[in-house]
T-cell receptor, first 114, second 114 residues
Framework: AQTVTQSQPEMSVQEAETVTLSCTYDTSESDYYLFWYKQPPSRQMILVIRQEAYKQQNATENRFSVNFQKAAKSFSLKISDSQLGDAAMYFCAYSGGSQGNLIFGKGTKLSVKP | KAGVTQTPRYLIKTRGQQVTLSCSPISGHRSVSWYQQTPGQGLQFLFEYFSETQRNKGNFPGRFSGRQFSNSRSEMNVSTLELGDSALYLC?????????????FGQGTRLTVV
């Protein structure tokens, strides 16, 4: 069975600094997708970034980028120039094969200090 | 384009009652998935519907059921409510079956069982 592990329950970063959230996963599939979702207090799950396993190039979306290490099954999220609005729960998620569902990690609560 | 709409936003029910939650996907999306989010268990997959058919089901008791209508709107039903069913129920829509590659979430329904 596929699993997703986020080992940092909470993280804190100073505004304008950079922070990296960690995620590891386990799967025997070769075709899969990895995601980072943000859940602010409004509870809406917002897709931050997506990585296709067959792509070697790390995905980037503005201030958000990932470090995808396929052999190590690691998928970390880097947030540059952190802003107060980045404060939220961040979930790492996996979707593999023809499965239509997402498997989530337990989440990391990110605080941003002014 | 309207996003994923979940109704109601909040719900309080008594143990033993049943409840029905509704999810309207993004226009053109034919797949709807449901997730339960609790502090203890995190985000867990309930089921996925595509073209009015359940494609995939998570590990939940038979008290949890769902359906999808011809307009892709989906409902989930929980019968004989238990205190442990208190949770945030999230709905996600995507274009087609097995396409969690790009899932968009609603704001959720907060169910409290007393």
């Amino acid at each position: 069975a596929q699993t997703v592990t986020q080992s940092q329950p909470e993280m804190s970063v100073q505004e304008a600094e950079t922070v990296t959230l960690s995620c590891t996963y386990d799967t025997s599939e070769s075709d899969y997708y990895l995601f980072w979702y943000k859940q602010p207090p409004s509870r809406q799950m917002i897709l931050v970034i997506r990585q296709e396993a067959y792509k070697q190039q790390n995905a980037t979306e503005n201030r958000f980028s990932v470090n995808f290490q396929k052999a190590a099954k690691s998928f970390s999220l880097k947030i540059s120039d952190s802003q107060l609005g980045d404060a939220a729960m961040y979930f790492c998620a996996y979707s593999g094969g023809s499965q239509g569902n997402l498997i989530f990690g337990k989440g990391t609560k990110l605080s941003v200090k002014p | 384009k309207a996003g994923v709409t979940q109704t109601p936003r909040y719900l309080i029910k008594t143990r033993g009652q049943q409840v029905t939650l509704s999810c309207s996907p993004i226009s053109g999306h034919r797949s709807v998935s449901w997730y339960q989010q609790t502090p203890g268990q995190g985000l867990q997959f309930l089921f996925e519907y595509f073209s009015e058919t359940q494609r995939n089901k998570g590990n939940f008791p038979g008290r949890f059921s769902g359906r999808q209508f011809s307009n892709s709107r989906s409902e989930m039903n929980v019968s004989t409510l238990e205190l442990g069913d208190s949770a945030l129920y999230l709905c996600a829509s995507s274009l087609g079956a097995g396409t969690a590659r790009m899932a968009f979430f609603g704001q959720g329904t907060r169910l409290t069982v007393v």
